[in-house]
């Protein structure tokens, strides 16, 4: 592996093991397969990681904060609805996608590692900050008509739209993703206030 700063290595080898997590989730992770996709040797793991979980935790973080940045950016250039449509799309691009699959293989994690749900918890925290500025911002703005308190309702679009998403793209379930963007639409009519014309023209399509 070529020469890199020390903070270009620790970012290299993260940035390996969520190649890793895409394939094999978090559960199939080991140093020796994070290693062959750095094309490294695993002592370079240990030099900046203190054991593996460790590595997991920061490769949580640093996805965490790649998608925070993103909700920012996201924030500063559409309005609150579309922007909150944005980020629970079942339209995706590959990466989302795949990047989807890695937060859902993070809640697996979470399950068997007591220090790696702590963090999966601080991360999802920072996801629900966000769709509740989201709804604030709505209401202020007129756009939202709510039904329950912000921190409620974060929540709720937050289980219903990463739950639908995930068993919506199982290989032998009866939930379409079509059926899901239903159930979702629905749900932001009947939470958020919304109606069909804030729907219509927005990117939440199976398509």
């Known amino acids: 592996m070529a020469y890199l700063a020390k903070e270009e290595r620790r970012k290299a080898i993260i940035l390996a093991t969520l190649d890793v997590v895409k394939e094999n989730g978090f559960a199939g992770i080991t140093t020796r397969a994070v290693a062959k996709q750095l094309g490294a040797a695993t002592g370079i793991l240990h030099h900046h990681f203190k054991s593996l979980t460790d590595l997991k935790c920061e490769a949580l973080r640093y996805l965490s904060q790649k998608n925070g940045d993103n909700c920012i950016s996201v924030s500063k250039d559409l309005p609150p609805t579309q922007a909150l449509l944005r980020l629970i799309s079942f339209n995706a691009t590959p ?65 219903l739209a990463f739950n639908l998403y995930d068993v919506s793209n199982l290989p032998d379930t009866d939930l379409t993703p079509d059926m899901a963007v239903q159930i979702l639409k629905d749900e932001l009519k009947s939470t958020l206030g919304l109606d069909s014309k804030d729907l219509a023209s927005q990117l939440l399509s199976s398509h």
Not at 128 to 155: D, F, M, Q
């Open 95 to 159: 990466q989302e996608k795949a990047e989807t699959s890695i937060w859902i293989s993070a809640a697996d994690e979470a399950n068997r590692d007591p220090e790696f749900a702590r963090v999966y918890a601080e991360e999802t925290n920072k996801s629900h900050e966000w769709i509740c500025n989201n709804l604030k911002e709505g209401v202020r703005s007129g756009e939202y008509t709510l039904t329950l308190p912000a921190e409620l309702v974060a929540w709720k679009l937050m289980s």
